[in-house]
């Protein structure tokens, strides 16, 4: 079921029928969902504008819901049973991903002000690209800095910095102790690996080439080039493009579209 003004569905999107998609009274105004998106059974999307990119998941019992807009990257994977609240807003960048029974939260409201309590607020949660939440999270309405991640059970409550971990309840930085999610690696150890994944795939692939740098590409629409530099690709929609990309994802290589 779904009900929307503005619905785009992108090619090869899977959209269980058991899912429910629409706005908080009624039609939402925007839901936009792209290429090859998985939203699983029994996932709720309540929210008047939403959007998720290409390859992205949400596994069963996903709940979605906020009247401000929440939009999702591409490449995401949310676990099952994750509630992702929007009503402060959220945004989340490419690569996300959040494992099972987690929960995302940007506003906090329950008590009686009338008679004093002092916690009522929606803020934005904002969230990065390549950003981990491990699974069993619960999370504030924070800033999450690109490639930060939080270890299983944690509950966040600060800002989290830059290809930084964290754990623990209230979540705290470990990195001194553990290193960061993502270490450094060269453009040429990348432009090899990727390839030797390609040789892996399809040693005689005729329509994906992997290259340093973008000005190693061309105009040929029969070629999809996957550009290490940039860590993203020329978007043709082959069948083989779209089978190295699920071949890939989730934990092999990740790239978004130019």
């Known amino acids: 079921m779904i009900e929307a003004d503005d619905l785009v569905i992108g090619k090869g999107a899977f959209i269980s029928p058991q899912a429910s998609i629409r706005g908080l009274s009624g039609k939402a105004k925007k839901i936009h969902i792209g290429d090859h998106v998985y939203i699983g059974p029994d996932v709720q999307i309540i929210c008047d504008d939403f959007s998720i990119g290409d390859y992205s998941k949400l596994q069963h019992h996903v709940n979605v819901h906020g009247y ?34 987690s929960q995302l ?86 432009h090899r690996l990727l390839n030797e994944m390609l040789t892996k795939f399809n040693p005689v692939s005729a329509s994906i080439r992997v290259v340093k740098q973008r000005e190693e590409t061309d105009d040929n629409k029969n070629i999809t080039w996957f550009v290490v530099a940039d860590r993203k690709y020329t978007k043709r929609q082959s069948e083989e493009e779209i089978a190295f990309m699920k071949y890939l994802l989730p934990d092999k290589a990740k790239f978004t579209p130019y």
Request: glycine share 12%; proline share 4%.
């Open 105 to 190: 939260w940007s506003h906090i409201k329950y008590g009686d002000t009338l008679e004093g309590c002092r916690f009522l607020s929606e803020k934005p949660l904002e969230i990065g690209s390549d950003v981990w939440f491990v699974g069993h999270c619960i999370v504030s309405p924070i800033q999450a800095s690109d490639k930060s991640m939080a270890l299983a059970g944690s509950v966040v409550t600060n800002d989290m910095a830059f290809n930084t971990i964290y754990a623990g309840a209230p979540a705290k930085a470990i990195s001194e102790k553990v290193g960061p999610q993502f270490i450094e690696k060269t453009i040429d150890e990348k």
């Open 68 to 101: 401000k807009p929440c939009s999702i990257g591409h490449n995401a994977w949310v676990g099952q049973y994750t509630i992702i609240d929007s009503i402060g807003g959220t945004s989340i960048g490419n690569n996300f991903g959040i494992g099972a029974h």
